[in-house]
């Protein structure tokens, strides 16, 4: 058991460098596991509870799916991806689009008390295939964690970004489009590829 639990920490740890890694962008800014890039602290050890300035992702520039939400945030969706392990890669990223700080909300990290020791996370962020009849959850690592952007601060500062990403079982392969749905959004359909 403990040897799975290992196996199971060690792909989401290598997941979480490999798009940190790719978020980064060499501006040099260090990367941490939530897979946010964020500034090198200050003296002062930097400011926990703010989300730092994102770089675009390293997804295509054009959205395929933009959405605005509650107080002026917006969400736009890069990519909805497939990959050889059976998974389905969502990739984007939250704006502030207004001139105060938006705080992100507690139901963001969703309703189950397991992921709960994890902090702020997506994993209540949902895709819907209304034409198969069923709705896919973000997937969960052994120990609990949602494979999704995890332990961000819990301020998005006026005209920050968040880069995000949430994997989710692939659905069938003739599916080739899902609902996405996120608490604070309107649902709205993505594309996959």
Do not use: H
């Amino acid at each position: 058991m403990s040897t799975m639990r290992r196996a199971g920490a060690a792909a989401m740890l290598s997941a979480a460098l490999i798009f940190s890694l790719s978020a980064c962008g060499g501006d040099g800014e260090k990367s941490d596991s939530s897979g946010m890039s964020s500034p090198a602290p200050g003296p002062d050890g930097g400011d926990k509870d703010s989300a730092a300035p994102e770089a675009a992702p390293s997804t295509p520039s054009e959205p395929i799916a933009t959405v605005k939400g509650d107080k002026g945030l917006e969400m736009s969706v890069f990519s909805a991806r497939r990959d050889d392990g059976g998974f389905l890669t969502v990739d984007g990223q939250f704006k502030n689009t207004s001139s105060v700080g938006f705080t992100v909300p507690v139901n963001w990290n969703g309703m189950e008390q397991a992921v709960a020791s994890t902090g702020n996370s997506l994993a209540a962020m949902t895709l819907v295939d209304s034409k198969g009849k069923k709705r896919y959850y973000v997937l969960r690592d052994t120990d609990n964690r949602p494979l999704t952007t995890y332990a961000y601060g819990n301020l998005i500062k006026a005209g920050d970004t968040l880069a995000f990403f949430a994997q989710f079982p692939a659905p069938p392969a003739d599916t080739t489009e899902l609902a996405l749905q996120f608490p604070g959004f309107p649902s709205t359909t993505i594309e996959l590829s």
